[in-house]
């Protein structure tokens, strides 16, 4: 297994994205309720954030709640909502000792009152620090992020703010949810699935794609490493050929 020290800091992925996907059939395998999956997926939120810190990476992304997952159960969205509110809670002090600002994607308004109040105040707390830029994805999906690029460039095309002839890929990133963040170099899901499950379409258009076969609660450093590692031996080549690029 790899390790963070290891890895080699002249090639280090800008930004990582993370499906942390798996909490479920984590507890389940244990003959526990799904809560407790979560509960332990928090854990390893905490620890991956650290060692992003440690490897000064400058932006993390965590997928944590997409569009689709307003469809489970009440009393599962109830959860994964107290555990948003309470590690936001517990996460200020850190996210202040570690320079890291907090940064959102995503329906936000459609959190309810308490778990969206204290994510603007967690993100406004943190907006001057120039560390780590971490965003969580909240009742994100890229379809819907499109729409809405689409809906708000339509508009100005509408009032003649913009002309259809001066529509390109950098006013459409600058509607998306993610204008201020780079695309996305390394992107990372845990727990065997092989989907994008609605991630970030437009911002994945080259990223490399890392799929680990373990569950979100025990993805370790070592599993970071790895991911990374395989990132740092691949060539990105972006549609030229392997000679251009030397
Ligand atoms: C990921 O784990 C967490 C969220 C989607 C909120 P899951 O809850 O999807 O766990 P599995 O995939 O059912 O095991
Ligand atoms: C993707 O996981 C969403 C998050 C990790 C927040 P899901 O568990 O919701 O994805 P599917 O349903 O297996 O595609
Ligand atoms: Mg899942």
Known sequence: MANLEELDKNKMPRHVAIIMDGNGRWAKKQGKLRVFGHENGVKTVRETVENCVKLELEYLTLYTFSTENWKRPKIEIDTLMRLLVSSLKKELKTF???NIRLNAIGD????????????????????????????????Y??????????????????????SIENIDETIINSHLYTHDL???????????EHRISNFLLWQIAYAELYF??????????QHLAEAIKSYQNRERRFGKTSEQLN
């Open 96 to 98: 202040s000792e570690n």
């Open 182 to 192: 780079p695309d996305v170099d390394l992107l990372i899901r845990t727990s065997g």
């Open 141 to 162: 999906g890229a379809r819907e992020e499109l729409k809405n690029a689409v809906k708000q460039i339509s508009a100005k095309v509408k009032n003649n703010i913009i």
């Open 212 to 221: 680990v076969d373990v569950f979100w609660p025990d993805f370790s450093s």
């Open 108 to 139: 936000i308004e459609s959190l309810p009152k308490r778990a969206n109040k204290e994510l603007k105040e967690v993100m406004e707390k943190t907006s001057q620090n120039t560390g780590m830029t971490l965003t969580l994805a909240l009742s």
